[in-house]
């Protein structure tokens, strides 16, 4: 760290960047902290009741922060995931936890979206997953081809929810309607 500090023309030395180098790795330490996480382990504990519940179950706006694996640099948005049940539903909060545990981590957007998708689809197996995300990448907006505020959307579908048209916009409708 304080190599890089100096590498731009920094005093590593000076007041305001002695303990920089400590308070970068402990943000690093919690940006970083879903390899600690267990995706599966989130999913395991199924809430009950909800056996005669087969329409989507759709949660908006969750929040994601990551790393771009590329640069190092943030990106960050929203992700909506929705499932069709099978019998089996999950606590709502768990699919907030479920994005967190894979953002928090060195990623690139698609991947991120794939592993919601695929993690969701083998622990519950439901009908159907749905999962969109929408972020705007640093790398992208601040360097390189500099486009301020576009963001990049991903989305990945798995069983009725890809197969099943009506299903698919039905998904599009929740996720758009504001
Ligand atoms: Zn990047």
Redo the contacts with the bound molecule.
Sequence with gaps: MRELLRSGGEDPDREGLLETPDRFLRAWAEWTSGYAESPNEILKTFDDGANAYDEMVLVRDIPVYSL?E??L?PFFGVAHVGYLPRGRIVGLSKLNRLVGAYARRLQVQERLTTQVADTLFDALNPYGVAVMIECR?M??ESRGVRQPGASTITSAMRGTLKTDAKSRSEFLNFVSRR
């Design positions: 771009c590329h640069h640099a990448h790398c992208m």
